[in-house]
């Protein structure tokens, strides 16, 4: 089992920066194949970034690219969402996942394919 307590969020104008953190604990954090989503009321859950075991297979969803970057520090359990040049359109829950294993670029951006999850973090980004 793998506990993930995302945090970071809060309310921001637009063009500001958040840096979300995610702890993970409970499985050998080099891994976990780990990733963001963010959701709105009344929507799916979307991807925003994926991240591989030892950091070098990145993607992102395309709304996001260029302004997101995801990284993560294995010693310390611990993968980061840092958002610059954020938008109103950015507002959402942002939510932690992880997998123990490996995805293809394929299947990366479905949540379905991500079994643990944080609690979220909410995300206000005014105009």
């Known amino acids: 089992q793998v506990q993930l307590v995302d945090s970071g969020g809060g309310s921001v104008q637009a063009g500001d920066s958040l840096r979300l953190s995610c702890v993970a604990s409970?499985?050998?954090?080099?891994?976990?194949?780990m990733a963001w989503f963010r959701q709105v009321p009344g929507k799916e859950r979307e991807f925003v970034a994926h991240?591989?075991?030892?950091?070098?297979?990145?993607y992102y969803a395309d709304s996001v690219k260029g302004r997101f970057t995801i990284d993560r520090d294995n010693a310390k359990n611990t993968v980061y969402l840092q958002m610059d040049g954020l938008k109103p359109d950015d507002s959402a829950v942002y939510y932690c996942s992880a997998f123990a294993g490996l995805h293809t670029e394929e299947v990366a951006h479905m949540s379905a394919k991500y079994t643990y999850w944080g609690q979220g973090t909410q995300v206000t980004v005014s105009s």
């Open positions: 991240i591989s075991w030892t950091g070098r297979t990145i």
């Open positions: 409970g499985r050998p954090f080099d891994m976990l194949t």
